[in-house]
């Protein structure tokens, strides 16, 4: 999503880099550029000019320390007044009430059923709570077989009254079932329109005004920039919604609404969205996006999506296998679809400091892994619990049952060893800076 606004950032403060220290003279240049860098990536005008108003007014206000050079200090501003701009702070939902209803209002196409799948399903296994989806979209039956779909695959029941054209009613009656069943969490996806109009405001305010719920999120289309911010300004002075959520970060979007939103409807951007599958979705964590901004990665999300995916038990069971030097190729298929389920690896390499910057131009595919899974599933269950067994004749046999060459398998072969290598020497405390 950033990319761009990256690389001019990074250009933008190594003006400063070799400068003795902070003038107004090399602060203004450097100020110049960085403006220029938030307006090109589609962030509001007066947002740019007001942000490097303050960071000129930290920087030239700042001591520097003599081990700080002043390219750092700067860099360091800028990362914290971009985290201030973006709310400062990551902001939780609220699930107030028995049950909690939350509304999710936007337009049409900015991915609000898509949306309540995911939060229905976060909600659901990492609180812990009985949620209900809500079909409250009377317009188009398509949203209503979609959100009936994205049910079934998180085990979330849908609640939708196919007669019925009135959302206000079928909302209060969703309410009324969710407590019947004993259901404490009760997600309400709206209709919406192709732009901002009076009868689709009125309904929206309509259903809020009845079931008053705890929580109102705005879903926007990160995709359509600077109308992005115009359209939640228009939505918050309408219904005064409680949070933003930013979707198809995943795109080719310039990011601005990403900078600018807070600024412009003073309310948090509360989630993102940056892929189609239902785990694809994360709280806001404006410190952490300023971070990646500046092309310092983001190790702890990192770690919290790898934390979802860590199965313990297996852990432990790999670690006596490794000290054993029994680690085999059964265990290496299994590794890779624990990474697999952690999503896009080019999103998940970027989080890493420097490495984002290193893959920009490099094309990692979500099936990246698809002939490696090939090689494997072309052995038999004695070659890939036996590596050392695979031969020159059955290196052969594995490349033409997998469509692949020799020089494939071979290859393979070779990282595997490296793999179990490196790995055993952490599993057994050869490299202990590595193991923590």
Do not use: C, W
Request: glycine letters at 8%.
């Amino acid at each position: 999503m950033f990319e761009n606004l990256t690389d001019k950032l990074e250009r933008s403060l190594k003006i400063l880099r070799g400068e003795g220290r902070i003038t107004e003279i090399n602060v203004a240049e450097t100020l110049k550029e960085i403006r220029r860098a938030l307006i090109d990536a589609d962030v509001n005008y007066k947002v740019a000019k007001s942000f490097t108003d303050d960071v000129k007014q930290k920087a030239l206000g700042a001591n520097v320390l003599s081990a700080v050079k002043p390219g750092q200090m700067m860099t360091r501003i800028v990362r914290d007044e971009l985290a201030a701009l973006m709310g400062g702070q990551s902001v939780d939902i609220r699930l107030e009430g028995n049950p909690a209803v939350i509304l999710i209002a936007g337009l049409q196409g900015s991915g609000k059923t898509t949306f309540s799948g995911k939060l229905a399903a976060m909600i659901r296994s990492k609180r812990g709570r009985g949620v209900l989806l809500v079909a409250g979209d009377v317009y188009r039956p398509a949203a209503i077989e979609q959100l009936r779909i994205l049910g079934s695959q998180i085990g979330v029941e849908v609640y939708a009254e196919m007669e019925s054209k009135n959302p206000v009613a079928i909302a209060e009656n969703a309410v009324k079932y969710a407590r019947s069943k004993g259901l404490n969490t009760v997600i309400v996806d709206t209709a919406g329109r192709l732009a901002v109009d009076e009868a689709m405001m009125r309904e929206i305010a309509a259903v809020k005004k009845a079931v008053r719920p705890s929580e109102t999120l705005f879903v926007v289309d990160a995709m359509t920039g600077q109308d992005a911010v115009n359209t939640a300004g228009e939505f918050n002075r309408r219904l005064d919604f409680d949070g933003v959520v930013l979707t198809k970060l995943d795109g080719d979007t310039r990011g601005g609404a990403a900078i600018s939103i807070r600024a412009v409807v003073d309310k948090p951007l509360k989630f993102i969205s940056d892929g189609e599958k239902m785990d694809a979705l994360q709280v806001f964590h404006p410190e952490r996006m300023a971070d990646r901004i500046l092309g310092m990665g983001d190790i702890v999300s990192l770690v919290e999506k790898a934390q979802e995916h860590y199965d313990e038990q297996q852990a432990r069971q790999l670690k006596k296998k490794l000290a054993k030097d029994q680690f085999d190729f059964n265990d290496f298929l299994a590794q890779i679809e624990q990474v697999k389920k952690m999503g896009n690896l080019k999103n998940m390499a970027s989080m890493i400091p420097g490495v984002g910057k290193a893959l920009k131009d490099v094309d990692i595919p979500d099936d990246a892994f698809k002939q490696t899974e090939a090689i494997i599933h072309s052995m038999t269950p004695y070659e890939r619990e036996n590596p050392a067994s695979i031969n020159p004749s059955r290196k052969n046999r594995i490349a033409r049952g997998s469509g692949t060459t020799l020089a494939d398998v071979n290859r393979l072969l070779k990282q595997f060893d490296d793999s179990r290598k490196m790995m055993k020497m952490v599993a057994t405390g050869g490299m202990p800076k590595l193991r923590r």
